[in-house]
């Protein structure tokens, strides 16, 4: 492997070696080298999709040959903005399999990378709250099971087991009939799978260059030559972007216009308690989900805000509607004080499901559109771009996902609204 | 965010509902619209980082369909006026 080195396995001895020289002699994670005049394969975007798609070219495809370019710092978008939690627990077929697929990654992300991606399968759990609602989770649920997909649905008493601080009271505006538990579903940490991807490329090879922004694509006969950035021009035979929330803005640098809508989506986190709640909880009644973060923290996020915005702050309305949906479900947390607060950008397509693929212009692959539900996806998301550009085709679980669907179609729509991106 | 809407003056955004890019034209006719058309009409979007204009109805107000210029950047908004009549936008 060409430009490859010896990465420094972290374990327990390496731990306790370093724990001799006080922690001063680590090694540094990955380099920070300056960008060469062309590679086979440049990936836009530092986040945990295009960090990942760098190592599996590297690990799957032997092609090592890579630059990942990076307008900010790694994990600076929405890597590091959302609310972690990785499941399957889908409705439609597509997205079932991709995402398993992306779920079976994950349990074995840690070992694969030797990094701690701090993956807690603790389950995640959908209320449900009337009877249509308990029929639709058990249909949920048994789609799942058709297709070997852990799911468990648990009726008012063992949700009263499971989560006791749930509101169980006689006069619940919302009385809990049940709920659907994904057991293998969980939550992981954020930064820490972009810095473990970013090692383990960078270990194979891949040049991690960072605060270097693409200001346009150089295309020569319909085909992708490079890209000019804020650090020079830099070669390319073929080019991913992986830059979701921006990807509208990015892809209209190669001349594309794109079926996406760029939104805002708010998220929070509470002071830090002692362990209250040990699911990752999605509230069938309201716009609120939330899982306990290590440190104790409450980190809770809703819907979008509702309208385009590349922000990445909100309006007030959405936080206090949370924040009331959160009260309503479990009424013990109504003196707990927000302290952080923030939102991301959300690529929102017209289907609700994100693009992964070739696109028109040859060499330039698009793996964008993810909504709010790339964390869960990132490495499955990785893997399976990382296949298309090296085969310059779709894997069999991206294909569903094309970008002609739409002309085409064969939209992949989990809530059946049609294309109002707001509403996905 | 503070919409002036032209009726009814300066809202709070939460009275209005969104609509989306207010320069999509339907196909003028539909029976003749090409399935490129339809296809760029329903799903493709200039999705622009700055200036966008757009469309509100004033769900809790009015219940008109009005039509905003807003900054998706900075949300900035630079004036709404009634759909179709640009040129009665009201100031900020």
Redesign the interface.
Known sequence: MAGARNMQRYSIFSLLRNAMSYHRNWAEAWRSPAPKPAYDVIIIGGGGHGLATAYYLAKEHGISNVAVVEKGWLGGGNTGRNTTNVRSNYILEQNSHFYEFSLKLWEKLSQDLNYNVMFSQRGVLITAHFDAQTQALLRRGNGMRTLGIDAVFLNREQMRRKVPILDFSPTARFPVTGGLLQPRAGVARHDAIAWGFARGADARGVDIIQNCEVTGFRIDNGRVTGVDTTRGFIGAKKIGIAVAG?T??VA?LAGL??????HLLQAMVTEPVKPLLHVSLSFGAGHFYTSQTDKGELVMGGDLD??????QRG?L?MIEHVAAAAVTALPCISRLRIMRHWAGIMDMT?DGNPIIGKTPIDGLYLDGGWCYGGFKATPGSGWVFAYTIANDRPHELNIPFNLDR??HGYTIDERGVG????LH | MLIPCPHCGARPHAEFTYGGDATLRRPADPALASDDEWHEYLYLRTNPAGPHREFWHHTLGCEQWIEVARDTVSHRIDGAAPVGRASERRPR
């Open positions: 921006h509208g803005h209209a216009r794109l079926p996406i809508e760029s509702g309208y385009n915005s590349y922000a309006n309305p017209m739409f002309s294309p109002y991106p707001a």
